[in-house]
């Protein structure tokens, strides 16, 4: 089970302590924080690398590159995008930021952004490339104040994808259409590539990218902002194609993302603040009476020292809100002082953080329904989750899953040769007229010692969804061995236990292959998905 709380002693920059990550909680954003409109499942996923590897980065952005950015400065991008920072989870290699509406995490030479909703992920582009350009040292193209150009950094890669929207008459900005925002896109980057992935009359998937290298696509006037110009042409994947294997030398690169509908309604019930309380409080309070009974049998008989007023004293609980949320143990609840000692628990106090929204109920959450156990600690020591319950219901979790062992070498890589830390993120919608689960990870497979299609079968049984797709992008095998060892790992997805696959497209693109699948339960009988938006 992976541990949830912070090191109690852990003070220091994450520097300091290699592989141990530091929780910062920004309570002012959890204010009267609810997700009773939080309508729309479906995230938006930007990814933009502004170098091939954290250690190839140009002179000017220094070692730490984007992670050398404030949180202040991210925060006010993210203003543009519509969403606030919760928490920060910061590591030696990544730092994870839980949101209001999924999470970021920022590399030196890359940052991730995926929120669901209705936030405006895509006008926050134009500042990340100036933050890059400006805050951390990449190249870039000069600002031209006089024509309300701003600076703006030359990325390397640039990825943004999507689930069809279910309610995308409801979006903002270009989020109203796919075609809306590829000309976004396009008005920014050269030579970039649209695809829509599975049936157009059933599920199916979105994705932009850029090659390589990419170019800033040169600005004319501000003016030229919603101008018909040409754009790039969505090709519609949706026929087998064979993975080709190619030889490259680029970072090795693999994600993993599971995006489930209709999630079973009893079982959705774990994510409403209502039912996650009432299971922390029947934990709460059998730890307690454990620890009584433990406490009353070991007692035995206590000499009376001089002056001792022949009684223990303290309560039986410590004051828990004299604890940091930051470092508190939400079921080590009874002390070494006891007092009455007495089998009922009308003195016993039910601490405030699993009554409300939170972090707290939060890891309850996440270590009740299983999400704790997908990167256990006995394989990975120092892994982190930060997780967050919403009112009424709705939950969103990071995990930060630095590489086994702890060995990291000179050239910020683990001792299997991995990037020394990965992610993973969750996010809940569980009304049931539009629930929604997706689980994004990219530790790699080889790693983890699961094959993917375990990390799949066990995050599908933590959410039991009626139907949901699974992609798998991954940068290009090295040579033939590594090709057959994929193509092998990759066939096992086929049989997921308690679903049968309808579609599997295999797509090969610029220095990536991707696959992609969708599943419906053996018993679904829901219907035909909702479409959402026609526009392609």
């Known amino acids: 089970m992976v541990v949830t709380e ?6 220091a920059s994450p520097s300091s302590h290699v592989g141990t990550p530091h929780l910062t909680i920004n309570r002012e954003a959890t204010v009267d924080l609810d997700s009773s409109n939080a309508f729309e499942g479906p995230e938006k996923l930007l990814e933009v690398w502004f170098s091939s590897s954290p250690t190839d980065l140009p002179g000017a952005a220094g070692p730490l590159g984007l992670k050398g950015v404030p ?56 500042r990340m490339l100036e933050i890059a350009a400006l805050d951390a040292g990449f190249p870039h193209v000069t600002a031209q104040p006089t024509r309300g150009i701003a600076a703006a950094a030359t990325p390397y890669r640039v990825f943004y994808s999507r689930k069809n929207f279910l309610y995308p008459d409801q979006q903002r900005g270009p989020h109203r259409s796919w075609r809306d925002e590829v000309r976004f896109l396009d008005q920014r980057f050269q030579g970039g590539s649209a695809y829509m992935i599975g049936k157009m009359n059933g599920e199916h998937w979105y994705l932009y990218i850029t ?14 902002e919603y101008m018909d110009i040409p754009g790039t042409e969505t090709k519609i994947i949706d026929h087998p194609q064979r993975l080709l294997s190619a030889k490259g030398d680029e970072t090795q690169d693999e994600t993993l993302e599971v995006l489930m509908t209709d999630l079973d309604e009893q079982n959705a019930r774990q994510f409403y603040l209502e039912d996650a309380s009432a299971v922390a409080e029947g934990r709460f309070f059998q730890k307690a009476r454990d620890a009584r009974k433990n406490a009353i049998n070991s007692l035995g008989v206590i000499p009376e020292e001089k002056g001792s007023t022949g009684s223990l004293g303290g309560s039986t609980l410590p004051n828990t809100r004299a604890h940091s949320e930051d470092s508190f143990d939400v079921f080590e609840q009874t002390s070494s002082d006891h007092s009455g000692f007495s089998s009922d628990d009308d003195d016993l106090t039910f601490p405030e953080e699993l009554t409300t929204e939170g972090h707290t109920l939060g890891t309850v959450v996440s270590e009740t329904c299983g999400l704790a156990d997908v990167y256990p600690t006995a394989k990975y020591p120092d892994a982190r989750i930060d997780a967050y319950l919403f009112t009424p219901c709705g939950f969103s979790a990071n995990g930060v899953i630095p590489a086994p062992g702890g060995t ?13 830390t990965h992610y993973f993120t969750v996010h809940v919608t569980p009304e049931p007229q539009c629930s929604y689960a997706s689980f994004e990870t990219n530790v790699p497979a080889r790693q983890s010692g699961r094959e993917t299609a375990e990390v799949v079968e066990h995050v599908v049984d933590i959410f039991k969804p009626g139907r949901f797709s699974v992609t798998i992008f991954e940068t290009k095998p090295a040579d033939e061995a590594h090709y057959q060892d994929t193509v092998k790992r990759t066939s096992r997805m086929d049989c997921i236990k308690g679903y049968r696959r309808v579609d599997r497209i295999v797509h090969d693109l610029d220095g990536y292959d991707l696959v992609f699948r969708y599943y419906e339960r053996d018993d679904w009988k829901g219907g035909k998905p909702r479409l959402g938006e026609m526009d392609y």
């Open 408 to 420: 990291v070498n000179t050239n910020g890589k683990g001792s299997d040769g991995s990037n020394a």
């Open 6 to 11: 912070i090191p109690k002693h852990y003070t």
């Open 71 to 126: 949180a202040d400065t991210w925060k006010q991008m993210l203003d543009l995008v519509n969403c606030k920072v919760l928490s920060i989870v910061e590591s030696e290699h990544v730092d994870a930021y839980l949101l209001s509406e999924s999470s970021m995490f920022v590399w030196p030479h890359k940052l991730v952004l995926k929120t669901c909703g209705t936030t405006t992920l895509l006008w926050g582009l134009p």
């Open 211 to 224: 090659g390589p290298d990419t170019k800033l696509t040169p600005p004319s006037t501000p003016d030229r």
